[in-house]
T-cell receptor
């Protein structure tokens, strides 16, 4: 079975500072990779995804993630965070496109 | 296009009771998956239904069951509730026919077992 590791359960960061949320997965085969965001009392929303092609993918609100096959990582970054980015972030892996495996989540808190 | 709708949003039950949760997927989506979310455990996969058939199943006891109807709406049932069943239950839909389809989540049903 696949495993997804989000190394940091909580990440506090000051407003306008950069942030990186780490995600590593265990797989020797091709995978599809996703980052989801969950705001309080809501479901998960897709932030960005990697299916194939360019290893750097971007979201509409300034986040980006880079697929690194050799390190089996898909870290999420943002150069300058806002208060509104405070949320729970989940990394997910889908080896076949049928079943999804989620990490335990990283709680990002942006401090004014 | 309406999103994934889950009902009820909140419910409180006592140990030993049973509960049924409902999920209406996005129109045209034939796959519905259920997840249990608890603090520190993240999302745990329960099962997936596609065209009324269970396609995948997670590692949960038989007290957890589900079904899907011909209109793709899905229900999950938990019998003989335990305190540890308190969680946010999330439903997610996708087309199910293309392997690259991402999951679209509902807002969840928060179950509290007393």
């Amino acid at each position: 079975a696949q495993s997804v590791t989000q190394l940091d359960s909580q990440v506090p960061v000051f407003e306008e500072a950069p942030v990186e949320l780490r995600c590593n997965y265990s797989s020797s085969v091709s995978v599809y990779l996703f980052w989801y965001v969950q705001y309080p009392n809501q479901g998960l929303q897709l932030l960005l995804k990697y299916l194939s092609g360019s290893t750097l993918v971007e979201s509409i609100n300034g986040f980006e993630a880079e697929f690194n096959k050799s390190q089996t990582s898909f870290h999420l970054r943002k150069p300058s965070v806002h208060i509104s980015d405070t949320a729970e972030y989940f990394c997910a892996v889908s080896p076949t496109g049928n079943q999804f495996y989620f990490g335990t989540g990283t709680s990002l808190t942006v401090i004014p | 296009k309406a999103g994934v709708t889950q009902t009820p949003r909140y419910l409180i039950k006592t140990r030993g009771q049973q509960v049924t949760l409902s999920c209406s997927p996005i129109s045209g989506h034939r796959s519905v998956s259920w997840y249990q979310q608890t603090p520190g455990q993240g999302l745990q996969f329960l099962f997936e239904y596609f065209s009324e058939t269970q396609r995948n199943k997670g590692n949960f006891p038989g007290r957890f069951s589900g079904r899907q109807f011909s209109n793709s709406r899905s229900e999950m049932n938990v019998s003989t509730l335990e305190l540890g069943d308190s969680a946010l239950y999330l439903c997610a839909s996708r087309t199910g026919t293309r392997s690259t389809g991402e999951l679209f989540f509902g807002e969840g049903s928060r179950l509290t077992v007393l």
